[in-house]
C-alpha cells in the first residue's frame, strides 16, 4: 500500500489567494482526519470524517477553511481567502477501526502564504 | 476533556544512554495510548500502541506500558543511537475515536 498521500508537498501563495490541499487515504480506512502543525500551536485537530461524512470540524480556525470528502478515496482542505498566519504543515491521517489501531499520516502539506 | 501531558524537550543524549520520555494523561474512558515519532521534515509515525492497562508496546527497542493506577505510558529505550534523534509524541484516542496528542519532545541524540 502507498501509505495516506498528500499533495502538494509543498505550497508558496500569496495573501488572499485559494489553495487547496488533496489527501487520498488508505483503501479500507473508513475514518480520515486533518490537522496542522506549527511551532506555537503544536498539533491541532481541524475535522474528521466517518465514513465521508464530516463529524467533527470544530477544530477549523474560521469560516475561510472548508473541507470536503466527495468519496472515501478524497479529501480536500481548502482555505480562501488564504492568509499568512495560515502557514503551517498540514497533515492528513486515515485510520480503520475508529482509531484503536492508530492513524497513518501522510507526509504532509508545507504551506507559506506570504 | 481528554488531554496527555509530556515532558518538555529538548532532551540531549550521548549515543548508548537510557533514554526515558514522560508522559501521563487524563481521560474519562479507557483510551488506547501511542507514540509517534516525527523525523526532521517527515510526518508522524506510528511507533507503538498499547490498547489496555497493563499491555506493554514496543517497536524498535522501545518501550511503553499503559500504567492505569498512575495514569501514565512513559516511553523508554536502553540505548539510544544518533538516527533516533527525533521528536516524540504521546497520544490517546478519547470516547470519539479522535486522537489527541501532547505537545511533543524533541530528542537529541549525540555521537
Known amino acids: 500500500d502507498a501509505g495516506v498521500i498528500q499533495s502538494p508537498r509543498h505550497e508558496v501563495t500569496e495573501m488572499g489567494q485559494e489553495v487547496t490541499l488533496r489527501c487520498k487515504p488508505i483503501?479500507?480506512?473508513?475514518?480520515l482526519f486533518w490537522y496542522r502543525q506549527t511551532m506555537m500551536r503544536g498539533l491541532e485537530l481541524l475535522i474528521y470524517?466517518?465514513?465521508?461524512?464530516?463529524?467533527?470540524d470544530s477544530g477549523m480556525p474560521e469560516d475561510r477553511f472548508s473541507a470536503k470528502m466527495p468519496n472515501a478515496s478524497f479529501s480536500t482542505l481548502k482555505i480562501q481567502p488564504s492568509e499568512p498566519r495560515d502557514s503551517a504543515v498540514y497533515f492528513c491521517?486515515?485510520?480503520?477501526?475508529?482509531?484503536?489501531?492508530?492513524?497513518?499520516f501522510g507526509s504532509g502539506t508545507r504551506l507559506t502564504v506570504v | 476533556g481528554d488531554s496527555v501531558t509530556q515532558m518538555e524537550g529538548p532532551v540531549t543524549l550521548s549515543e548508548e544512554a537510557f533514554l526515558t520520555i514522560n508522559c501521563t494523561y487524563t481521560?474519562?474512558?479507557?483510551?488506547?495510548l501511542f507514540w509517534y515519532v516525527q523525523y526532521p521534515g517527515e510526518g508522524l509515525q506510528l511507533l507503538l500502541k498499547?490498547?489496555?492497562?497493563?499491555d506493554k508496546g514496543s517497536n524498535k527497542g522501545f518501550e511503553a506500558t499503559y500504567r492505569k493506577e498512575t495514569t501514565s505510558f512513559h516511553l523508554e529505550k536502553g540505548s539510544v543511537q544518533v538516527s533516533d534523534s527525533a521528536v516524540y509524541f504521546c497520544a490517546l484516542t478519547d470516547s470519539s475515536y479522535k486522537l489527541i496528542f501532547g505537545s511533543g519532545t524533541r530528542l537529541l541524540v549525540r555521537p
Open positions: 498499547a490498547t489496555k492497562a497493563d
Open positions: 470524517f466517518n465514513n465521508n461524512v464530516p463529524i467533527d
Open positions: 483503501s479500507g480506512h473508513n475514518s
Open positions: 491521517a486515515s485510520s480503520s477501526r475508529f482509531g484503536n489501531y492508530g492513524y497513518t
Open positions: 481521560a474519562t474512558g479507557y483510551p488506547s
